[in-house]
């Protein structure tokens, strides 16, 4: 067997595991609210140990997909369990149920990241972006978890803000970092729009090389902003929010990206998918399932899924002029500066994933 076989390829290190599909928003941009999607479910305590038991070395968990972390009752178990095996811990939540006592349970576990996803800077932009009316209730949320990490000289979460950019919201944006800087947030992420023509998630409103001169002005002036309060404003691959909406990645976009490599990402039915752009933008649950789904990991184990025919399939097809339609479609997106429009061969990739420390290439859209 040589070192290009995918037999070599070792099991990822870097995961995401969504611990509950449903969800107490309707966001306007998320394929939880707008395509078809798989049966509302949390995972318990015992599938998640079966799923991460299967991880021989892992260093980083992600622990959110397509629904809420917070409402699965069982999050700071499995985060307690993911720290035991010195993990790393981070997902994206919409802070509505951040209370003191599940607030208290996250820093209790060891969470080392949380992530606020917030996409209005006044409450009536809230509700129109994330379908409910919770602008209030999350800062209150946000406030207090902070000065109790703070009364409690707690370290960990670092807690950051995650805004998707769209043209419906972004005149808020300077607001919006004033509000986190009284909140004590030191981190604010602009993720830009995947966009399928549903809802909010529609060219339209994508700013990604369509931006205005005066929206770029106020982006420029929102890294202004950051800069002069200790801010850090980042974006797509750990570039600048200026450099994610205007970069160019050429012809095979996608062709830079390591995720089929590197990592992988498991829904709470056990659906194995290729990384987190996998659930967006299908036109149907047959397309979905065909062509998104690569194997269930309650009936199969990961190693068989991860060395299968249809990962194999998906590989040998990213690695052609005619890789997965969510691929192709969305790589644009997200790649980091460094990688993309990189052809890479085989052989390197998997020296990469058998030899090298996570590259930003390994974190998903969320986190595009
Ligand atoms: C799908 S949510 C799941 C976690 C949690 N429910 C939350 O809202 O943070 C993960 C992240 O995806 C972002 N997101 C949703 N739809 C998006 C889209 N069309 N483009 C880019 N990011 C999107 C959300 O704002 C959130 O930060
Ligand atoms: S972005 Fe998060 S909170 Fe909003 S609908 Fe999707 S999963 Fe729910």
Redesign the pocket.
């Known amino acids: 067997m040589t070192m290009t076989s995918v037999a070599a390829l070792p099991l990822p290190r870097s995961i995401y595991i969504e611990p509950t599909s449903r969800?107490n928003?309707l966001?306007q941009?998320?394929?939880?609210t707008l395509l078809s999607r798989e049966e509302d479910r949390d995972l318990s305590f015992d599938e998640f140990r079966r799923i991460v038991d299967q991880f021989p070395v892992l260093e980083r968990v992600v622990l959110?997909?397509?629904?809420?972390?917070l409402l699965n009752k069982d999050l700071p178990r499995m985060i307690s369990y993911l720290k035991a095996r010195g993990v790393y811990v981070l997902?994206?939540?919409?802070g509505i149920l951040l209370n003191a006592k599940r607030g208290q349970a996250l820093i209790d576990a060891g969470l080392d990241e949380y992530?606020l996803?917030m996409?209005g800077a006044t409450r009536e932009m809230y509700a129109r972006v994330r379908g409910v009316d919770a602008f209030d209730k999350v800062w209150r949320n946000v406030g207090a978890f902070i000065a109790m990490q703070k009364e409690q000289s707690a370290d960990k979460p670092a807690v950051s803000l995650?805004f998707?950019a769209m043209k419906e919201n972004l005149r808020g944006l300077p607001v919006l970092i004033d509000l986190a800087y009284e909140h004590g947030i030191r981190e604010v992420y602009l993720?830009?729009?995947?966009?399928f023509e549903q809802g909010l998630?529609n060219s339209r409103q994508a700013l990604f090389r369509r931006a205005l001169p005066e929206e770029l002005e106020l982006v420029r002036r929102c890294e202004r902003m950051c800069q002069e309060r200790g801010i850090a404003f980042t974006a797509a691959g750990s570039a600048t929010p200026m450099e994610s909406l205007s970069r160019d990645f050429g012809e095979h976009p996608w062709s830079g990206c390591q995720r089929p490599y590197t990592l992988t990402y498991i829904t709470s039915s056990g659906n194995v998918l290729s990384c987190c752009f996998a659930p967006?933008g299908h036109r149907s649950a047959r397309e979905y399932h065909e062509q998104r789904v690569l194997g269930n990991i309650f009936k199969e184990p990961i190693e068989a899924i991860w060395h299968g025919e249809r990962y194999e399939a998906f590989r040998r097809a990213f690695e052609s002029d005619h890789p997965a339609r969510h691929c192709a479609c969305d790589s644009r997106y997200r790649l980091s500066r460094y990688m993309a429009g990189v052809a890479i061969s085989r052989a390197i990739r998997v020296a990469a994933a058998l030899n090298q420390p996570l590259s930003s290439t390994d974190r998903c859209?969320?986190e595009?």
Not at 29 to 32: A, D, E, K, L, M
């Open positions: 969800c928003e966001c941009q998320c394929p939880r959110h997909g397509l629904g809420e972390p997902f994206n939540s919409n992530r996803s996409d995650w998707t993720q830009r729009l995947v966009y998630a967006f859209s969320s595009s």
